[in-house]
């Protein structure tokens, strides 16, 4: 029986992992069909080559900094327990994949090639995996110390804090340092439109995601006898919340109804094993609205060019996903309780801090030593022809 236990519970986190795993095409569409024409190739040899850049970074350091788990032993011993540690690190991988599968939206279209896939390295190797450690592996006691301050430990049950928000907390230094796009702002303080290059590829890579998710959240379980299907349902309401919300304050704008269900998936992965499906459905509704008011403000006022709204979507919608569990869970709402509104609040400050001075960090050295931006002639001619050196239609291309 035990042994059928094992091999269960490493099917049900493989599964897990290849639904995850299938969440990076629908960041690469969704990053295809948000950016123009002329940076569609790059969108798409970005996520996969990230992917492999953090694959390696994470098996190699990123997952002992986070669990303290080495594979520099032998095979005999890496396949104990039917190579279940194996599963859980290929599980684990697509989460800390989707921080530079994240961050790859917010720069789009200028960024550099080469030293982006540094940052992935350092971000994946080292950034993402140390606060991994401290909200899912009790590094540094941090967890214990919430827990006596608030009564219960800062609980991120699906990554709405430890990987969305710290992706789009980094994220955001990253634009900020790389600047707007050649003439999306003008000196007369005119903005020109860059408008998205293929709405059904949009749509197409919304899809992805959300079916994925159900994998990201569902399968956090990491284990089949802890499996509820509490998650499925919240993630579902979660999701249709924030489609529904976007809707109607986007005014119908496919781009916002598109991005409302990924903004609803986002907040409710922190206590998605806590809130009852009401509670799950409000906060998907808020998170839609979020979203699309900052990213309206962020790119209409604030003139901060996130191509595909990064830090609304995933750090302001993370962030609310993480007080949200901690209002939501309550039993006081339904939830099941086991959860403060103060300890999510230090958990949540303590990731969005760490993930804004690793943004600065990384992107900034990046800055003074090689480089983040694209020249001004290869941004107008494209990423895909600048650093591809073929476009996304190269028929139509030549016949022009």
């Not at 490493?10 to 299938?22: E, H, P, Q």
């Not at 030293?115 to 540094?140: C, D, S």
Request: with cysteine; proline share 3%; hydrophobic share 55%.
């Amino acid at each position: 029986m035990e042994a059928l236990k094992q091999g269960a519970d490493v099917l049900f986190i493989l599964l897990g992992a290849i639904m995850v795993l299938a969440m990076h095409a629908g960041f690469a569409f969704l990053e295809l069909g948000t950016v123009r024409r002329k940076n569609q190739v790059n969108a798409l040899v970005k996520i996969l080559v990230d992917f492999s850049v953090s694959t390696v970074v994470y098996f190699l350091f990123g997952y002992a900094v986070a669990y303290g788990t080495s594979f520099f032993i032998g095979a005999e011993q890496l396949v104990a327990k039917n190579g279940y540690e194996l599963v859980k690190f290929f599980f684990l991988l697509t989460f800390a994949a989707a921080i530079p599968a994240i961050i790859s939206g917010g720069i789009a279209e200028r960024a550099k090639f080469w030293p982006q896939l540094i940052a992935t390295a350092a971000i994946v190797g080292l950034v993402y995996p140390f606060f991994e450690g401290i909200a899912w592996n009790q590094h540094f006691g941090v967890q214990a110390w919430i827990k006596a301050l608030t009564g219960e430990e800062f609980h991120d049950f699906a990554g709405s804090v430890v990987v969305h928000a710290v992706g789009g907390w980094i994220a955001l230094p990253a634009v900020l340092l790389l600047g707007a796009r050649s003439n999306r702002y003008r000196k007369d303080g005119a903005m020109s439109a860059h408008p998205p290059s293929s709405i059904p590829f949009l749509a197409l890579g919304a899809w992805i995601l959300v079916v994925g998710w159900f994998g990201f959240n569902v399968m956090s379980a990491q284990t089949l006898d802890k499996i509820t299907g509490l998650v499925a349902v919240n993630s579902l309401m979660a999701m249709v919340g924030g489609t529904l919300v976007a809707l109607l304050l986007g005014k119908n704008d496919p781009g916002f109804v598109h991005n409302g269900p990924l903004a609803g998936l986002v907040a409710v992965c922190a206590g998605s094993d806590l809130m009852h499906p009401l509670g799950a459905l409000v906060v998907g509704g808020i998170a839609g609205a979020i979203f699309v008011v900052m990213f309206t403000l962020t790119q209409n006022k604030w003139k901060i060019d996130d191509v595909l709204g990064v830090w609304p979507l995933h750090g302001l919608c993370g962030t609310w996903g993480g007080l949200a569990a901690g209002i939501f869970g309550s039993k006081t709402l339904g939830g099941l309780g086991g959860i403060t509104l103060g300890g999510q609040f230090i958990g949540t400050a303590l990731g969005v801090v760490w993930a804004l001075a690793g943004g600065f960090v990384v992107y900034g050295l990046l800055k003074l030593t090689l480089g983040l931006r694209l020249s001004q002639e290869e941004e107008f001619n494209g990423a895909d022809l600048s650093i591809h050196r073929i476009g996304a239609t190269p028929d139509r291309e030549a016949n022009w």
